[in-house]
């Protein structure tokens, strides 16, 4: 059973992001990699980027590993857990009679708000020949050509098996694999499956978990730090879970309020040269409670 599912048009997505950003003064850079942390005295001083004008730095008081596979965390030497993984390659098809009639019929597919189109959420679990390692580029590369035959032939078996499918045509893969899992930073708080239905210090955000009802979690603000420096804070599904825990905080609603808390924490650690772990917590959590997170839970 799904949990929660949201349907919106990816493209207008895309745009009202992009917007959301330009109109809050943040300066996009496009098109480049950020591929490496440079260390110095304990702290990050600065990123490395490659893209086509070859590679650059850019110099930070206080740096946010959002990246999913914690590239930066890892390039700059913090511990982390890291785990292989089953990919899953969702794609999007059109030209569908009735997307209620398919539904009702059994078809697995979400709806979206385009007439006639629908979602279809393909995972590879048992279907390619290892689970891999989402950090390497060799693996990914065998991933994605093998899924993409797969997707072809799983399309091809829908249109087959349900009438509602039968003109129906494949709009678009998914640009990238989907990976639920790589590294996890080992911060300076582990989130661990004990810790469900309790009340935690220091909570920024609370998150369900996505397979189990009534299975509620604290993040404490902890989960966001590293140990071994002082300026970095992690956000998404990398933050410092165990991999139990990680089905609850890797889903997309806890990723936004890490995501959030660890964007105000930054600000916040401008006033202690960068000094993520002397935030004070309670401001924090009132700052975030001002702009509407849910940092509290009556368990």
């Known amino acids: 059973m799904v949990r929660y599912s949201v349907a919106y048009d990816p493209e207008l997505m895309r745009l009202a992001l992009a917007d959301l950003l330009t109109q809050s003064g943040v300066e996009l850079w496009l098109h480049a990699w950020g591929a490496r942390a440079l260390v110095e005295d304990g702290r990050i001083a600065a990123v490395a980027f490659e893209s086509r004008a070859g590679r650059e730095a850019v110099a930070a008081d206080v740096v946010v590993d959002a990246t999913g596979d914690g590239h930066l965390l890892a390039s700059a030497g913090c511990a982390f857990e890291h785990e292989r ?4 390659l969702w ?3 059109g030209g569908i009679r009735d997307v209620d009639a398919a539904l009702a019929a059994g078809a697995p597919l979400f709806r979206t708000p385009n007439p006639g189109q629908a979602l279809f959420p393909w995972g590879s679990v048992a279907k390619l020949e290892r689970k891999i390692d989402a950090t390497d580029p060799r693996e990914l590369t065998f991933a994605e050509l093998a899924c993409r035959r797969l997707v072809m032939e799983e399309f091809a078996a829908l249109r087959e098996r349900y009438a509602e499918l039968r003109d129906a045509h494949l709009c678009e893969i998914a640009r990238l694999l989907g990976v639920t899992e790589s590294r996890r930073l080992v911060g300076r708080r582990v989130l661990r499956r004990e810790d469900r239905q309790k009340p ?33 804070l992690v956000a998404g599904r990398c933050i410092s879970a165990d991999h139990r825990t990680h089905n609850a905080t890797k889903e997309i609603p806890p990723c936004f309020a890490t995501g959030e808390a660890a964007g105000v924490a930054a600000a916040r650690a401008l006033a202690q040269r960068g000094r993520v772990s002397l935030v004070p917590v309670e401001a924090l959590r009132d700052d975030l409670r001002a702009r509407g997170a849910i940092v509290d839970y009556d368990f």
């Open 85 to 88: 993984v089953h990919p899953w």
């Open 91 to 93: 794609f999007r098809v």
């Open 200 to 232: 935690l210090a220091g909570a920024i955000a609370v998150t369900g978990h996505w397979t189990k009802y009534g299975a509620v979690y604290a993040i404490p603000y902890e989960c966001l730090q590293a140990r071994e420096l002082e300026n970095l």
